[in-house]
């Protein structure tokens, strides 16, 4: 039976109804999912009339000017709304010079050339026209050569130690291996998610706001100095337990976390004692924050004093008043801890420039947030509500992925002007001169689940994947600020190709590489316009992968069936049997054990223009960060890397890769 009116609704709203899966099969949306998502993107379809009346107000609203205008530099763009055409339009550039545009047609102009953003008055109304330049910034432009060859580390920040940290790792213990890994020559260090998070809340990938820093990952003796630091620790009476905690193989969160909200609240109290240098620093980071500094420091010391009394932390389920039940003190505190959080890594950053590191830190964005979040509360009028992001089913989730974090709506990015998406990109560009963008297909669309149903009962929703790269290539150049997108997964046809002609770095991972005949592709075959890495924090790293110990934390956790284990065993020693034919090479090898001497070459020796080896890897370890579907059956974002002697040396091991960076120059 035909349902025209659901279909067209879904067309124009973005519900993509057909899409290949990750086997390469043509899949299709049932009817009742279509309608569960296009209720759920407030585009009422419980019938044919409802879908028609939807689709007419989806249609007006298309007739509208939105806020923000994307367009590349001397490119063409349209106001999209029928009718007459303004008599003139005028554009201002930040500076307030203005310019008449070109009209090239019926209700069409040519953009400026120059990128940047213009005030755009037409008639009675404005809007902001975003001109973009052909490309995000890039490794060339960042390190001023024609193909450059950049290596580093990728970190968990908080799995790193150093002396004192208290058991989790923090700005200074990154600004060490920074100093680690200039000094071998090294280029760049990628790093985990820096954002805040919900009170309770450990995973890096759910966030609570995307714009503000986690101050647990902070050292603050880098800005208060260490004397003032240990004073307070003591003060605090909890000498033992932080040096204990630095003992321990996986970490403590609840006890982590409380010790160090211990320590920021002795700290706080004594403020203003603080040096007047800092204390106006102080003043001006609260007053460049303004209201929406506040507003998040409100919402996270709200969640604190919930999180105490064993309430809920999500703001869904407080009274909508809940404003007046925050302490000032308490507000004053948070701004205090992102003040603290900020200049730390502000500190780290510049240790890693200086430490010769032409790319410096590389950070993370993750996906999405909370539903009951800092960021979520802002934007509440712009979200996917009732919708969970994740992922549909492949060959290494069979049923399947819920993150359990929410995003924008593609209409609500419209509406808003992408005013969202722009402070996130601002926010995370201004900590080093790399972002990696967690699930980049994201751009172009995303799997959403309706709330009660399985990941598999979900379907893709659509993005402005035009206007949101011309947006990341702006701010990408503004911030002069490298960008790799993770495009792993169950990809759009041609969106690699899309994202590689806007400066968007790949990724390419060694056990994904592979051809059709699933042999592994040789270093000159892979792509030149990517970052190459031996595995990600949700793969086992290659000792483990080589030993299974994946598939055996699948079966333990419920994922696997015990019936299948043989079969998947037997799969891998396939696979590392494959792998060891492509590695098979004459070149004498450390003989220091642990870490896969030549799988590293092998990557460093790719054509990628940028390659990161995770310090799992590096070090020779068998576990992985994360177990992708499990949340208590596996020790996810807990894991941190052994004490230093109890492992294989770093320095041999960034020799390596910097020898063979270097000689792979021959290959390419």
Request: proline share 11%; net charge positive.
């Given at each position: 039976m035909k349902r025209p009116a659901l279909h067209r609704l879904a067309a124009t709203a973005g519900v993509i109804r057909h899409w290949t899966d990750a086997q390469g099969k043509p899949a299709c949306l049932d009817d009742d999912v279509v309608r569960a998502l296009l209720q759920a993107l407030q585009w009422p379809a419980a019938n044919e009339a409802a879908c028609r009346e939807s689709l007419r107000a989806l249609q007006r609203e298309r007739h509208t000017v939105p806020p923000l205008i994307t367009a590349d530099g001397g490119g063409l763009f349209s106001l999209g709304v029928p009718g007459a055409p303004p008599r003139r339009a005028v554009c201002r550039d930040s500076d307030g010079h203005a310019q008449d545009l070109v009209v090239a047609g019926p209700r069409h102009w040519r953009a400026p050339v120059a990128p940047g953003y213009y005030q755009l008055a037409f008639d009675e109304a404005q809007v902001t026209l975003a001109v973009a330049p052909p490309r995000c910034f890039g490794v060339p432009d960042a390190c001023a050569e024609t193909a450059p060859r950049c290596w580093g580390l990728a970190a968990q920040v908080y799995g790193l130690r150093r002396a004192g940290d208290g058991g989790v790792g923090d700005s200074r213990a990154v600004a060490e291996l920074a100093a680690r890994v200039g000094?071998?020559?090294?280029?760049?260090?990628?790093?985990?998610?820096?954002h805040a998070l919900s009170a309770g809340v450990h995973s890096?990938?759910?966030?609570?706001?995307?714009?503000f820093l986690n101050p647990m990952l902070a050292d603050p003796a880098q800005v208060l100095g260490e004397p003032a630091v240990r004073a307070a620790i003591g003060q605090a009476g909890m000498t033992e337990d932080w040096q204990h905690a630095e003992t321990m193989a996986l970490i403590d969160w609840p006890a982590v976390t409380a010790m160090r909200r211990r320590l920021w609240q002795a700290l706080h109290a004594q403020a203003p004692q603080m040096a007047p240098v800092l204390l106006r620093d102080l003043a001006a980071f609260r007053e460049a924050g303004g209201a929406a500094l506040?507003?998040?420091?409100a919402l996270s010391a709200r969640q604190e004093r919930a999180a105490a009394r064993q309430l809920p932390v999500s703001w869904r389920q407080w009274p909508s008043d809940w404003q007046k039940d925050v302490d000032v003190g308490a507000i004053d505190e948070q701004i205090?801890?992102?003040?603290?959080a900020s200049r730390c890594w502000e500190t780290t950053r510049r240790d890693a420039s200086a430490a010769g590191l032409r790319l410096g830190l590389i950070t993370d964005l993750a996906v999405g947030f909370e539903p009951g979040g800092g960021e979520a509360w802002r934007h509440r009028r712009w979200l996917l509500e009732n919708l969970s992001?994740?992922?549909?089913?492949?060959?290494?989730?069979?049923r399947g992925q819920q993150w359990g974090i929410t995003g924008y709506s593609p209409c609500g990015l419209r509406r808003s002007g992408y005013q969202p998406f722009i402070e996130v990109l601002r926010a995370t560009m201004r900590?080093?001169?790399?972002?990696?963008?967690?699930?980049?297909?994201?751009?172009?669309?995303?799997?959403?689940?309706?709330?009660g149903a399985d990941a598999d009962a979900g379907g893709y929703i659509a993005y402005p994947l035009r206007d949101l790269l011309r947006l990341l290539a702006l701010e990408s150049w503004?911030?002069?600020?490298?960008?790799?997108?993770e495009d792993l997964g169950t990809v759009p046809a041609d969106l690699r190709q899309t994202l590689a002609a806007r400066g968007v770095l790949g990724t390419d991972v060694l056990l994904f590489n592979r051809n059709a005949q699933g042999r592994f592709l040789p270093p000159q075959a892979w792509r030149t316009q990517a970052m190459g890495t031996t595995t990600t924090h949700d793969l086992a790293p290659l000792a483990g992968w080589r030993k299974g110990h994946d598939i055996d934390w699948r079966i333990r956790a419920g994922m696997l069936p015990t019936s299948e284990c043989a079969a998947a065993q037997a799969a891998r020693r396939d696979d590392v049997a494959q792998l060891d034919k492509a590695l098979a090479t004459p070149?004498?090898?450390?003989?220091l054990a642990g870490p896969d001497w030549a799988a590293i070459r092998f990557v460093a020796r790719s054509k990628a223009a940028l390659v990161l080896l995770p310090m799992e890897d590096a070090l020779g370890l068998d576990e992985q960060p994360n177990l992708p579907g499990t949340v208590d059956q596996h020790p996810n974002w807990r894991r941190r890397m052994p004490p230093a002697d109890a492992s294989v040396p770093l320095e041999p091991v960034l020799e390596w890769v910097s020898r063979h960076r270097s000689e792979g120059k021959v290959d390419g």
């Open positions: 000094a071998a020559g090294g280029d760049a260090l990628g790093l985990s998610p820096l890096p990938y759910s966030p609570s706001d995307r714009r506040i507003a998040h420091a205090f801890a992102q003040w603290l992001l994740g992922a549909p089913p492949d060959a290494f989730n069979g900590m080093g001169g790399g972002v990696r963008i967690d699930h980049a297909l994201g751009l172009a669309r995303l799997w959403a689940v309706p709330a503004r911030h002069r600020c490298v960008v790799i997108g070149v004498p090898m450390p003989a």
